[in-house]
């Protein structure tokens, strides 16, 4: 068969050239792309998308996807996931793929190295932990939530500010074991440099308190406050102004004819007749009165002592209160708020009124409680019941309740002659003398 000829004849040894482009090396499959990364969908079998220099893309069923790194160490080969997708993108697992490989370099395997990295921060982290829980602070507030249900509002608020403003800011973030005398005592320089004795005897106090119970708790072995005793600069002690026995007859006809708001008067009227505290008295409330049984009881929550506290009304007691309902009626507050009934008379009421009066640095509405304590006592009455009356706080538990349950008829026999008492003095009429024998007689 006869060839056809060339349409163009080829000179003699020419041969066609060919086109040639740059070929990835046989080892290494073509790098992946963002898109090809975001777009690869599961398949009933997991699959890997490789990227080259041993990183790869590993596919699940699932759909969840992971950066992988396969290396060879010590003639074995392994592989490291480096990380989730979409957590960790293309370029950061290419980063994480570059450290691992300088690791290699260096003769460490990745894998042994990152569990040891991940261990050094799992017990740093438990270390911090641990120093937290045994920080000061942490034991202080753990301390207090434990106290909080034994005391009032109050006083747990003013723990609290002690703790924060005076002592938290310098040893809070220390563990208890690592604070030591002296650091205590410059807390209580600093607060003592405020001209603040008393809160700096506070501040030892709630130290004491927080150590000891860190001890207990089995957190420190050691209280550094306990050192601490007769560091504190002696504060002269101010006795709450109390007016004299024969100053008590003017006094109770000043108050009775002063110029002061008639809630006021018979909130101090009432006060007296009961030797509350006045804190008692501005929230009482009319469900905690009795008047058939003549008793009025103060939940335990608004005592200082967290104490339920049981105070039997004189006839004089029982007329305040009969007024008081006439002028106000007898739901919620006993004594409402002079501008907002809705709220308790404020806290400076009584004692701003006996200033009014005359009395300014004279008496005080606490004056009240030590005087009547004098008086009943020197008439004879039983110290005991006294003291309970008064509501202070019985250490013994047996005690204590016996004091409850005891002293409540004794109580009524003071109440009604300390009623009596301060009607007849007041009167001019024949004044009740002070002794045994005729306190018994008058009631």
Known sequence: MQRRPALYPLKSGYRPSRTTYPQPPEHEAPMLTAIEVRNAKPKEKPYKLTDGGGLFLYIAPTGRKSWRFRYRFAGSESVMVLGEYPDTGLEAAREKRGDAKKLLKAGKNPTKERKAEKQAIIEAIEQEKTILENSFEMIAMEWHQHQDARWTPAHSNATLTILQRNIFPTIGALPVEQITPPMVLHILRNVEARGALEIAAKSLQRMNSVFRYAIQTGRATYNPAADMRGVLRAKKVQHHPMIELDELPAFLRTLTGGDIHITTKLAIQFTILTAARSGEVRGATWNEIDLSRKIWT???????????????????????????????????????????????????????????????????????????????????????????????????????????????PERTKIMEWWGKYLYHIENGAEIIPIGRQVAERSV
């Open 298 to 408: 103060v939940p335990a929550e608004r005592m200082k002592m967290r104490s339920l506290h049981i105070v039997p009304l004189s006839e004089q007691a029982m007329a305040i209160l009969n007024r008081a309902k006439v002028l106000y009626g007898d739901k919620g507050l006993v004594f409402p708020g002079i501008h907002y009934p809705e709220r308790p008379l404020s806290e400076n009421t009584m004692l701003f009124a006996l200033y009014r009066i005359g009395y300014h640095s004279k008496a005080t509405m606490h004056g009240f409680r030590a005087l009547f304590s004098t008086i009943a006592n020197e008439s004879g009455f039983h110290p005991d019941a006294i003291e309970r009356q008064l509501a202070h706080r019985e250490k013994n538990a047996v005690r204590a309740a016996y004091h409850r349950a005891e002293y409540l």
